[in-house]
């Protein structure tokens, strides 16, 4: 029997799953206030994180298709939280940059999502947190392989 296919990897598959699918739904009331998406959030904190880069560099750091990523930018632009500019080195290729509101649409996003976070995780003990860290290490290391391989 393979390691993939054992009963604690099988429940560890569907512990990952289920957290996905409710970070998925939480949706802090930053992100509503600016009137964006999960979805779109994710692509400003992208962005945020990495200023002038291009669609194809969001598409690999988000695992979002590109149609989805392009339709999203339309989106943001319109509500003027990113803009869009000729790089300055090539001219076929356009940059993407968040506005002073996008800026600050990340940052209000961030700061309630970590507040949220800690709050929740406050109950844990020094050492249950302790515990924890190196596990959670782990299962990013393997969700960053599955966003980099898609």
């Known amino acids: 029997m393979s390691g993939s296919d054992t009963a ?3 429940e560890i598959a569907l512990a990952v799953e289920r957290l996905a699918i409710m970070f998925s739904q939480y949706r802090p009331e930053a992100v509503r206030t600016f009137g964006v998406s999960s979805q779109q ?3 400003l904190a992208a962005i945020y994180d990495e200023p002038g880069c ?3 560099r969001i598409t690999e750091r988000t695992g979002m298709f590109q149609p989805v990523v392009s339709r999203s930018l339309g989106s943001l632009v319109r509500l003027s939280l990113l803009e869009r500019r000729r790089s300055s080195t090539d001219a076929r290729a356009t940059e993407l940059h968040l506005t002073e509101a996008g800026r600050r649409a990340v940052n209000e996003i961030r ?3 970590r ?3 800690q709050k929740a995780c406050a ?3 020094e050492e249950q947190a ?3 860290m190196p596990s959670l290490s782990l299962v990013l290391t393997v969700a960053q392989q599955l966003v980099n391989e898609a």
């Open 41 to 43: 959030a994710i692509i």
């Open 54 to 56: 291009g669609v194809k």
């Open 8 to 10: 604690a990897t099988i």
């Open 111 to 113: 700061d309630e999502w």
């Open 115 to 117: 507040g949220t976070l």
């Open 123 to 125: 109950s844990l003990s």
């Open 130 to 132: 302790a515990a924890l």
